[in-house]
């Protein structure tokens, strides 16, 4: 895994970031470390991260915020101790911690942003005991700022950290990288350790102790700071895991409900098709009716008609008949022929179902008349004419 290492451009606006919020009075108001580091680490990434992800490849979160802040600190206080100048008395005391025993304009050399974190975060002092009071008061020291981490007693377990439970340097993996300390061979402490000259050696060997000790510690709260931050990965990781079979399944009851209201759809439209062609079929069969039923009417007027017809022909000829008989009243045997020929005319008229006229009927009346005498056959025809 790549380490993760801050530039000089992302320090710059962490440094930027927090004294605007340490001045607007908003840092001192947050009771967690999340809260106040988080608004930095989202101002940081939005400058650089979110612009140039080739130049800045890291994501910083507030936890590294936090981290970074504790360890620029102890990038200080070891500038510090490199532009400290020789004092000028060697038996002065006092004279390490005075201002002119410090070249505060080489201090850039070492680290671009050392004033600059100096005007932010304050001065600190190098000669500190590095016992339990003495990293209490350190602790107290870096809060200068509107850092307020003595507020962060407040926090539940799974934010409970210690930013100054070791004296060293923690890089980005919350490992010990160093300690402010360097012991001789001897025991001694040197003049570059965090004791202002010569000391002890029990002294130096118990800070160091007590140094492994706190690093110890924190490198086992680090630790389950990590497991605590992987079960919480897996558990968003489940949570996301099943809010996306959700989605899934309900994009899946939308399909489904789609598909059945379109089947639905499609069957009523069956439906109305269906009982619009048998109600169609019905009124068609009802005009056939009505049709048929208006023919046979109508046959029935002609047949009727054709029968008036008849019965008025029937008349005219029994009126003939009548005329004729009184010319030729003398000849009654003849008179009798003509009714029977008469009759037999009429029926075959009755049976007939075409149209048959007067002089027709007077022809086939006298056809049949075997024994007609010539002058009756002559009177028929002249009336037929």
């Known amino acids: 895994m790549k380490r993760k290492k801050w530039t000089e451009e992302e320090e710059a606006a962490l440094i930027r970031e927090y004294s605007e919020l340490a001045g607007s009075g908003a840092l001192a108001r947050l009771k967690t470390r999340e809260r106040k580091f988080q608004p930095i680490a989202d101002r940081v990434n939005a400058l650089h991260h979110l612009r140039d992800p080739v130049s800045f490849p890291f994501r910083w979160s507030w936890r590294d915020v936090s981290i970074k802040i504790q360890n620029m600190r102890h990038q200080y206080l070891g500038v510090k101790q490199k532009i400290r ?3 000028p008395l060697p038996s002065s005391s006092s004279a390490s911690t005075s201002g002119c025993c410090f070249d505060w304009s080489s201090g850039e050399h070492h680290w671009s942003n050392f004033l600059h974190y100096r005007q932010v975060f304050g001065d600190m002092d190098l000669d500190c005991v590095p016992s339990t009071s003495a990293v209490g008061a350190v602790k107290a020291n870096s809060g200068a700022g509107g850092e307020g981490e003595g507020e962060e007693e407040e926090e539940d377990e799974d934010d409970a950290y210690d930013d100054v439970v070791m004296e060293g340097f923690v890089n980005d993996e919350g490992e010990v990288a160093g300690s402010c300390l360097r012991l001789s061979v001897a025991g001694e402490v040197k003049s570059g350790s965090r004791f202002g000259g010569g000391g002890d050696g029990s002294v130096g060997l118990s800070a160091a102790k007590s140094l492994v000790e706190l690093g110890q510690a924190s490198l086992n709260r680090e630790e389950k700071r990590r497991e605590r931050d992987r079960k919480r990965e897996e558990d968003r990781e489940v949570a996301a895991q099943c809010k996306r079979e959700r989605e899934h399944q309900r994009e899946m009851d939308e399909t489904a409900a789609m598909h059945e209201r379109r089947w639905r759809w499609s069957e009523e439209q069956k439906d109305w098709w269906r009982r619009r062609e ?10 056939r009716e009505r049709v048929l039923g208006m023919q046979m009417e109508h046959e029935k007027h002609v047949m009727q008609m054709h029968l008036d017809s008849c019965q008025a022909q029937t008349q005219m000829l029994g009126f003939l008949v009548r005329l004729v008989s009184q010319f030729l009243g003398s000849a009654g045997g003849v008179m009798q022929a003509w009714g029977g020929c008469l009759t037999k005319c009429c029926t075959t008229f009755s049976s007939s179902s075409s149209s048959i006229t007067g002089s027709r009927i007077l022809q086939a009346w006298a056809g049949t008349m075997g024994r ?8 028929t025809c002249k009336f037929s004419t």
């Open 85 to 87: 100048l020789p004092p």
């Open 278 to 287: 048998q109600r169609w079929e019905e009124e068609e069969m009802e005009w």
């Open 372 to 379: 007609a005498t010539p002058a009756l056959q002559d009177t």
